[in-house]
């Protein structure tokens, strides 16, 4: 069974900047694709970022491009989420999640999830 607890998370002011952190355990890191995904109040979940198993491959949705990046590291078990020149409209719940092997920008392919940080980004 694998594990994900994200931290990081809090409250920033437009143009600052936050690194997210999803800690993994339970099973090695190696074995999966990662991903970020937030959901903010009333909107549905939506794909921020993802990485591959070796950290080879990243994907990031056109909203985060140039402003967020993704980054792992297996040896500690961990991946995390710089986020950039933050604006108010990436205030949301960002969620880590893993699926086995190979990357993808949909939620509903990753079984695995954590409880979620909160970012909230004032104006």
């Known amino acids: 069974q694998v594990q994900l607890v994200e931290s990081g998370g809090g409250l920033v002011q437009a143009g600052g900047s936050l690194r997210l952190s999803c800690a993994v355990s339970g099973r090695t890191l190696r074995s999966y694709a990662m991903g970020w995904f937030r959901q903010a109040p009333g909107k549905e979940r939506e794909f921020v970022a993802a990485i591959s198993w070796s950290g080879g491959r990243s994907e990031y949705a056109d909203s985060v491009k140039g402003r967020f990046t993704i980054s792992r590291d297996n040896a500690k078990n961990a991946v995390y989420l710089q986020m950039n020149s933050l604006k108010p409209e990436d205030t949301a719940v960002y969620y880590c999640?893993?699926?086995?092997?190979?990357?993808?920008?949909?939620?509903?392919?990753?079984?695995?999830w954590g409880q979620g940080t909160q970012v909230t980004v004032s104006s």
């Open positions: 999640a893993a699926r086995p092997v190979a990357i993808s920008d949909s939620s509903s392919y990753y079984p695995h």
